[in-house]
């Protein structure tokens, strides 16, 4: 996963999408049973789905960016 790519929620056969703006790494991982350190900051195509940083391990690429 790279800046640019178009990302969708692992698991959900259509939408939302959106697009990885910038990575950010926390600072302690946000629970025991989640150890992925890294977030992506995703600007999602649905009005009803907020911006914000997700967690890698629960989107999946779509399209890559070039």
């Known amino acids: 996963m790279k800046v640019g ?3 969708k929620f692992k698991g959900r056969i259509i939408g939302p999408f959106g697009v990885v703006l910038r990575f950010k790494d926390l600072p302690l991982p946000p629970h025991p049973s989640q ?22 391990s629960i989107l ?4 890559e960016s070039r």
């Open 5 to 7: 790519d178009l990302v």
């Open 35 to 56: 150890p992925d350190q890294r977030a992506a900051y995703i600007e999602w195509a649905c009005k009803y789905t907020a911006p914000g940083n997700y967690q890698l």
């Open 60 to 63: 999946e690429v779509v399209s």
